[in-house]
């Protein structure tokens, strides 16, 4: 209940991404930065198993201020904007879903918060969509419309 994606409306080519990552990591601080984001990972985890769900929305901001240092093509002004307009709105936390430039942010806001964000985003004409979690993995339907005569 506490999720939210956000379509940024940006496309992104991944694989660029990817390849500017692995050249920089031969840098040692780009291998601190690394093990840093392999310890909140772990750390994530351990909130989300202990039901401390807003520790976990703040280890996602700390993750994706992390995630950044990977490569200068992982966001944006454009994509810090709506980051940090997301947090004004009550997130605690998000990333971009993929390797980053764009897609889909993931936002974790308190539930009695969200729909305050929910609708701060859509004034700013995003494109929102909320989604639960099952035990039977990925699913999706096409839906066509019956036209009668």
Same mark, same amino acid.
């Given at each position: 209940?506490?999720?939210?994606?956000?379509?940024?409306?940006?496309?992104?080519?991944?694989?660029?991404?990817?390849?500017?990552? @692995?050249?920089?990591?031969?840098?040692?601080?780009?291998?601190?930065?690394?093990?840093?984001?392999?310890?909140?990972?772990?750390?994530? @985890?351990?909130?989300?198993?202990?039901?401390?769900?807003?520790?976990?929305?703040?280890?996602?901001?700390?993750?994706?201020?992390?995630? @950044?240092?990977?490569?200068?093509?992982?966001?944006?002004?454009?994509?810090?904007?709506?980051?940090?307009?997301?947090?004004?709105?009550?997130?605690? =936390?998000?990333?971009?879903?993929?390797? =980053?430039?764009?897609?889909?942010?993931?936002?974790?806001?308190?539930?009695?918060?969200?729909?305050?964000?929910?609708?701060?985003?859509?004034?700013?004409?995003?494109?929102?969509?909320?989604?639960?979690?099952?035990?039977?993995?990925?699913?999706?339907?096409?839906?066509?419309?019956?036209?009668? @005569?």
């Amino acid at each position: 209940d506490s999720l939210l994606l956000c379509y940024t409306g940006i496309n992104h080519n991944s694989a660029n991404i990817h390849d500017d990552q @692995k050249e920089n990591m031969n840098n040692e601080k780009q291998k601190e930065y690394a093990q840093t984001t392999k310890d909140i990972a772990l750390e994530m @985890k351990s909130r989300l198993l202990k039901g401390h769900l807003d520790d976990f929305g703040e280890l996602l901001h700390k993750a994706w201020c992390t995630k @950044k240092h990977f490569s200068s093509k992982i966001t944006s002004d454009y994509l810090d904007e709506i980051y940090e307009y997301a947090l004004s709105h009550g997130a605690l =936390g998000g990333k971009l879903l993929g390797a =980053g430039g764009g897609g889909y942010f993931l936002f974790y806001v308190p539930t009695f918060k969200k729909l305050d964000l929910m609708n701060a985003l859509t004034e700013k004409k995003f494109n929102i969509s909320t989604f639960t979690f099952d035990k039977i993995g990925l699913r999706s339907w096409i839906t066509r419309e019956r036209r009668t @005569k």
